[in-house]
C-alpha cells in the first residue's frame, strides 16, 4: 500500500484554548496507481488531510505510512526530504511566485535537491514541451493565461517525478473548460502510473471518468462512498 493511515487524529494548537480537532480516527489505504478523490464542505479536514499525507506533519496520533515511511518515527528533517522525494503538490492558488519567471518556477522543487542546472533545465524543458507551454518559459506569472498557470503548476508538482500528486481543489479558481482540461491532464497522469488525489466539492472533478474512488468527508471524519 502506497499510503496508509491507520486511526489518524490530527488536532491543531493542542491543549490551547483554541485547539481544532480537524481530523477523527481517520483510516484510509491508497493503492499505487489509485486516483482518489476527496470531497468534504469548507472546514471539513481535506486540506489537513492532504497536508498529512504531504509529510507537512505528523499525525497527533495514529499511524501514518506514506510510501513506506511512518511519518510519526520521522524527525521534522527526514519528513522534508520524504516530501521532496516523493510528493508533487498543487495547490489551489497554484502558488505561482511572480517575480520569476516560467522555467525558474518550475525548476524550484530541483533546487534543494542538488540537481545541476544542467539537468533542471533539461528536465523542465521536457515538461513544459509536454504540456504546451514550452514558448512560455521566459514569462512571468502576470504575463500568462489562467490556463498556462495551471499547467506551470502541474509541470512543478511533476518535476521531482514523485509517485505521489495531490492537487488541493484545483479547480476552484478554474471556469468550466480549464476545469476540464485539468481533468484531462490528470488522465493523462493516470497512464504514466501516478498516485493521485484529489480534494474538490466540484462534481466535475467528483464525477469525472479519471477518478477511481471518491471518498467523502464531513467534520473530520471519512464515510465509505
Ligand atoms: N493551521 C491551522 N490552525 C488551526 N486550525 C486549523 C488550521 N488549519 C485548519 N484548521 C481548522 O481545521 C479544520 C479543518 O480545516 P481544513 O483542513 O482546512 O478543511 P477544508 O480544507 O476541508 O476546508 C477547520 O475547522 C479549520 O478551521
Ligand atoms: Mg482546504
Sequence with gaps: MLIELKNITKIYNKE??????????VSLDVCAKEIVCLRGPS???KSTLLSLIGCIFPPTSGKAAIAGKQLSRLP???LTIHRR???GFIFQQFNILPEISVSENIELPLLPLGITPAKRKKRSAELMEKLGIFHR????ANQISGG???RVAIARA?????????????TAHLDTRL?????????????EGKTIIITSHDPLVSEHTSIDRVVDISDGRLHAA
Excluded at 490551547?16 to 480516527?25: F, G, H, I, M, W
Excluded at 518559459?137 to 512571468?140: D, G, H
Excluded at 511533476?158 to 484545483?170: F, G, K, S
Design 179 to 191: 476545469s476540464y482540461e485539468f481533468m484531462d491532464i490528470i488522465e493523462q497522469l493516470r497512464t
Design 43 to 45: 472546514g471539513s479536514g
Design 137 to 140: 518559459r521566459k514569462f512571468l
Design 158 to 170: 511533476l518535476i521531482n517525478n514523485p509517485p505521489i500528486i495531490l492537487a488541493d481543489e484545483p
Design 76 to 78: 521534522d528533517r527526514f
Design 85 to 87: 522525494h516523493t510528493i
Design 16 to 25: 490551547k484554548p483554541n485547539q481544532v480537532t480537524a481530523l477523527s480516527n
Design 148 to 150: 498556462e498557470l495551471q
